[in-house]
């Protein structure tokens, strides 16, 4: 029965496992019966019909919205256009604006919602325009509205799309260190290199300072190449080429440090979910557990670790 009831319970327990949620809508407080509980389950449910329409339409206008800044970035539409996208663009900040307070005012706890991430996104989404009031040329950060479309991820419940997200993070957080101190040996590097460049080249080739000279050295190990400033002796087209070629080994080791923890974790949770695995059938722990690896659930008779390949205790009789 415990085994049944568990394996009953394990679906459950998977769907409710959202990794990627900031904070979970039921962090903000279902609010008590009413008018307002009937709003909740519309803007921040989408398991009811009215509440994935809302959700669907939220997203066709986000979209929307993004293409009328888009278009409205073109000088030749925004001068032939311009009052029809300045209208299109405040009827999207209202209504965007409605929905926030929407939002507030139907949680049990606003506070929570507004310092929450898809709060904080919400606010900054309705501001630009606003402030392009005061500030001319504010309106343009109003493609920050893109972020809203996280929600999709909800609305079309893609718990595989969600779950690598959250794994590449938890990946990227765990190699935060590696990655400091690699940033830190390029910044190294480019500061001596740099410095060689503007003692080789000097101002009489553009490198006028030991700044201009960094600048050209983070462009030319990026692989990226302006070509505003090049080199025009002998000796500093040597070193260019060497920062050209040490440029493609560095845009590799970040890939091959982000990909090396992904790895890691992925062999982690393999083992974790078959020691569960094992525990909820009954076994006994570590009976056939590797001594090297500590992975279980060999075939009987096995000689060798199926995931190392190390000897298994007892491997002989």
């Known amino acids: 029965m415990k ?25 903000y407080g279902e609010p008590p019966p009413g008018l307002r509980r009937h709003i909740y389950h519309i803007v921040f449910e989408s398991d009811t019909k009215a509440g994935r329409r809302f959700d669907i339409l939220l997203v066709i206008l986000i979209i929307m919205s993004i293409i009328v800044v888009i278009l409205d970035s073109v000088p030749t539409i925004r001068g032939e256009y311009e009052t029809t996208t300045h209208v299109l663009e405040w009827a999207f900040t209202i209504l965007f604006t409605l929905e926030y307070l929407a939002r507030l005012l139907c949680v049990a706890r606003p506070a929570r919602y507004a310092t929450g991430f898809f709060g904080v996104i919400d606010l900054l989404s309705v501001l630009p325009t606003y402030l392009s009031l005061f500030i001319p040329g504010a309106a343009g950060f109003l493609n920050i509205r893109i972020l809203r479309l996280l929600r999709v991820f909800r609305i079309f ?7 690598e997200y959250t794994r590449l993070g938890e990946a990227l957080k765990a190699s935060g260190r590696k990655i400091l101190v690699f940033l830190s040996v390029v910044l190294m590097a480019v500061l001596i290199l740099g410095t060689a460049m503007y003692v080789v080249e000097g101002p009489k080739h553009g490198y006028t300072s030991i700044p201009m000279a960094m600048y050209w050295a983070v462009v030319t190990m990026t692989t990226v190449g302006y070509g505003d400033i090049t080199p025009g002796t002998n000796l500093g087209k040597l070193l260019a080429s060497f920062m050209m070629l040490l440029g493609w080994g560095i845009l590799a080791v970040p890939t091959g440090i982000v990909t090396a923890e992904m790895t890691s974790q992925r062999f982690t949770r393999r083992m974790e979910a078959e020691r569960k695995e094992h525990e909820d ?29 190390a000897a298994l205790v007892g491997s002989s009789k």
């Open 157 to 163: 419940k893609l718990a595989l799309y969600i779950e």
């Open 281 to 309: 059938a009954g076994e006994e722990a570590g009976a056939d557990a590797c001594p090297s690896c500590g992975s279980a659930g060999h075939a009987s008779g096995a000689k060798f670790c199926k995931d190392c390949g």
């Open 3 to 27: 085994k049944s009831a568990a394996q009953a319970s394990a679906p459950t327990a998977k769907a409710d496992a959202r990794p990627y949620t900031p904070q979970a809508p039921s962090s």
